[in-house]
């Protein structure tokens, strides 16, 4: 008899997340190349489900429930869709923020949406250690629908813009870049998404002017 072959589990989001807040995090997931080209990270549902997992927005094992009930369907390729239109309202509010002006009515609209489908649902569970008895606040993702994936995301985006510092939102001093980061600093001087890859590029650049200038 032919062993059974597991089906395929979900691979681990690949890339590092280091904007410092999930909900920027997520609208970083789309970024430019160093010719100006548009690199879609969220292609797929997994991709998707990947990167919620790795935001900590989801649990593996609700990320593995979301996929084995709606995987590779039309359905999940419609979230696909909409969270990519999500995307573009979450990096609209978060624009208007950094510029100073009024956050667009359709990107309040739309976290507003994910805000009042029924899909977070907080648990206590008993704890004991060291023979003393707690009780602990979970909240879980009871999915109805692929797209319920973005409610984490408008909870996060609800956190960062009510309780977040306005002014610690800011987008990467590389001009070619479109990320955005939280700067978590004590000096709050934090200038690039990403050392090693904007930094260093801005290094790099500033070295070949200095050497062009001296004629080196
Ligand atoms: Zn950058």
Known sequence: MKAKIPSA???PWPYPLAAGDPCLDFIDT????LDGRVIERLGTFDDVLAWSVAAGMLTADEAHDAR???GAT???AKAVREALDFRTKLRDAVDALIRGVPVPPRSLDAINACLARPVMCEQLYAARERGRSSVTLTTVVRFHTPADVLVP???AARDLFVAGETSMIKRCANPQCLHFFYDHTK???RR?????VCGNRAKVAAFRERRQVHGD
């Open 9 to 11: 589990t979900l691979a």
């Open 30 to 33: 789309t970024l430019h190349d």
């Open 68 to 70: 084995q009930r709606w």
């Open 74 to 76: 039309t359905s999940a």
């Open 153 to 155: 995301i408008a909870r």
């Open 187 to 189: 000096s709050h001087r």
């Open 192 to 196: 690039w998404c990403n050392m090693a």
